[in-house]
């Protein structure tokens, strides 16, 4: 069974960090590309980083790019959101979801297994 | 980037009546190379993370009940529930996997009237 587990989360300053992890097992971690998607609290769905299965790709949204970088450790099966610089409008629970089948690179598909979710709060 | 644009944004159905969501993306998600539809369903029930429910605007995923079913090419696409349960009340979303940034419709809020 696919698990994924997001950690990291927590209450942070405007302007401050967090790294955001997420830990993967039941499938072969180092095949497939993952992705951070978040949302706000009460709103929809934003995709904003994407990682190929050898980290050697990544892809980030507009609204984070700059600012956030994302990572993977394939000898511990988990990838990682390092996030910089943050900003009220960065708050909400971040889900990683992994893609539907192993590729090379990051792949146009659609995400078939995603983490409960971790929270993030960004506030004075 | 492809913007997804859902409607209704919310819709309230009586039990075993039919919801129909409709979906519509900014430039065309069909790649003539292969004539498939790079877009996704999905179900996110309070409290859950989202839930795969269908794949190429058509491919129900294993494990999804059969009254879920998608339509659709090109721009336009609509997942509709026929029968409507108790347990299918939630958010839908659509997701368009034509570009690497995988842009959601806003989502539609589904429930009993």
């Known amino acids: 069974e696919v698990q994924l587990m997001e950690s990291g989360g927590g209450l942070v300053k405007p302007g401050g960090s967090l790294r955001l992890s997420c830990a993967a097992s039941?499938?072969?971690?180092?095949?497939?590309?993952l992705t951070w998607v978040r949302q706000a609290p009460g709103k929809g769905l934003e995709w904003i980083s994407a990682?190929?299965?050898?980290?050697?790709?990544?892809y980030y949204a507009d609204s984070v790019k700059g600012r956030f970088t994302i990572s993977r450790d394939n000898s511990n099966n988990t990838v990682y959101l390092q996030m910089d610089s943050l900003r009220s409008e960065d708050t909400g629970m971040y889900h990683c979801?992994?893609?539907?089948?192993?590729?090379?690179?990051?792949?146009?598909?659609?995400?078939?297994?995603w983490g409960q979710g971790t929270l993030v709060t960004v506030s004075s | 980037d492809i913007v997804m644009t859902q409607s209704p944004d919310s819709l309230a159905v009586s039990l075993g009546e039919r919801a129909t969501i409709d979906c519509k993306s900014s430039?065309?998600?069909?790649?003539?190379?292969?004539?498939?539809?790079?877009l996704a369903w999905y179900q996110q029930k309070a409290g859950q993370p989202p839930r795969l429910l269908i794949s190429?605007?058509?491919n129900r995923e294993v494990g999804v009940p059969g009254r879920f079913s998608g339509s659709g090419s090109g721009t336009d696409f609509t997942l509709t529930i026929n029968s409507l349960q108790a347990e299918d009340v939630a958010v839908y979303y659509c997701?368009?996997?034509?570009?690497?940034?995988?842009?959601f419709g806003q989502g539609t809020k589904v429930e009993i009237k």
């Open positions: 979801a992994k893609y539907s089948a192993s590729s090379g690179y990051v792949p146009q598909l659609h995400f078939d297994s």
């Open positions: 039941g499938f072969a971690f180092s095949t497939y590309a």
């Open positions: 990682i190929s299965s050898r980290g050697l790709s990544t």
């Open positions: 430039q065309s998600v069909l790649y003539s190379s292969n004539n498939k539809n790079y």
């Open positions: 190429w605007a058509t």
């Open positions: 997701q368009q996997y034509y570009t690497t940034q995988g842009t």
